[in-house]
Antibody, heavy 124, light 107 residues
Framework: EMQLLESGGGLVQPGGSLRLSCSASGFTSSSFAMGWVRQAPGKGLQWVSSIGGNGATTFYTDSVKGRFTISRDNSKNTLYLHMNSLRAEDTAIYYC?????????????????WGQGTLVTVSS | EIVLTQSPATLSLSPGERGTLSCRASQSVSSYLAWYQQKPGQAPRLLIYDASNRATGIPARFSGSGSGTDFTLTISSLEPEDFAVYYCQQRATWPLTFGGGTKVEIK
């Protein structure tokens, strides 16, 4: 069974940094693109970033460009999101999700399955 | 950026009734549209991809249709476990975008 488990969330002050991790199991992670999607409290879904299976291709939503970096270590089956210069509006549950279509680069850009999420709160 | 507008915001229905949810794109996304279901306290689940293809394990009562800018998710006969929030998502262009969601609640 494919599973994704996020960790690394917590409370951080504005301007601070945080690194989220997503541990994958039940599949060969290097064969699939992965992504991060966030959900502010009581709000809808917002795509944050995606990375190809081989880690060479990355995409970001405009509001996080230059502040967030997505990366992966396929030897550890782990996806990361490095977040710098955090703002109050970055407060959200961050989900990692797998692209269901095998691809060395970016795949279908659908998300299935998703992890259970990790909460990031940016507040002083 | 492609904006996805979902309607209605809330749909009040009884179990056994048919549910029809709409997603309209600000420009054509061809058939590159998916639907997700999210229950309270849970992660979203992929239901439909490429407008009309059911994801693995999704019951046949869920169906998707449409192309271009207008899409529909139909739940033929609502089961108690179907009351949830539904989101559409497009992959036609970057950035990937989601609609604001439709909450299907028990009437």
């Amino acid at each position: 069974e494919m599973q994704l488990l996020e960790s690394g969330g917590g409370l951080v002050q504005p301007g601070g940094s945080l690194r989220l991790s997503c541990s994958a199991s039940g599949f060969t992670s290097s064969s699939f693109a992965m992504g991060w999607v966030r959900q502010a409290p009581g709000k809808g879904l917002q795509w944050v970033s995606s990375i190809g299976g081989n880690g060479a291709t990355t995409f970001y939503t405009d509001s996080v460009k230059g502040r967030f970096t997505i990366s992966r270590d396929n030897s550890k089956n782990t996806l990361y999101l490095h977040m710098n210069s955090l703002r109050a509006e970055d407060t959200a549950i961050y989900y990692c999700a797998k692209d269901p279509v095998p691809a060395a680069s970016i795949g279908s850009n659908w998300f299935d399955p998703w992890g259970q999420g990790t909460l990031v709160t940016v507040s002083s | 950026e492609i904006v996805l507008t979902q309607s209605p915001a809330t749909l009040s229905l009884s179990p056994g009734e048919r549910g029809t949810l709409s997603c309209r794109a600000s420009q054509s996304v061809s058939s590159y549209l998916a639907w997700y279901q999210q229950k309270p306290g849970q992660a979203p689940r992929l239901l439909i991809y490429d407008a009309s293809n059911r994801a693995t394990g999704i019951p046949a009562r869920f169906s998707g249709s449409g192309s271009g800018t207008d899409f529909t998710l139909t739940i033929s006969s609502l089961e108690p476990e179907d009351f949830a929030v539904y989101y559409c998502q497009q992959r036609a262009t970057w950035p990937l975008t989601f609609g604001g969601g439709t909450k299907v609640e028990i009437k």
